[in-house]
């Protein structure tokens, strides 16, 4: 028998965090949503608990994130976005058009990059992978 997934409020008061209901609403969001930026974040909280400010946001993704509840990505150029998927060593492939994010597994196949040439002394725990392209909307709309 497998055990039930915990609660949104049980993760953050497992990850030492205050539950609140803006955090409760923010991670049911983030986790809905898919490579949100903060303003559709803040705009999914306010659907599911009124008022809250974006500054409030800010602060509740930057707890959630030095917990890794939330993973924080940023793709050059783009403001962050923010996901419920974390504790794996996915990727991410980047619309250059029109910005969509999506996920994508551990890269396969021959892999140069993900093994660092030089770890200067560092203990390396995870390799970022971003891929740039278009999107199959954008790719059609070029034809």
Known sequence: MTANPASPAEELRGAGLRVTAARVALLETVRAGDH???EAIASGVRERVGHVSTQAVYEA???LTAVGLVRRIEPAGSPAR???RVGDNHHHVVCRSCGTVADVDCA??????????QNHGFVIEEAEV????????CSTARQ
């Open 108 to 117: 396969v196949g021959q892999a140069p990059c993900l093994t660092a040439s």
């Open 130 to 137: 971003t891929y740039w392209g278009l999107c199959p909307a």
């Open 36 to 38: 949100l930026g903060v």
């Open 61 to 63: 993704l930057h707890a």
């Open 82 to 84: 923010y996901e419920g």
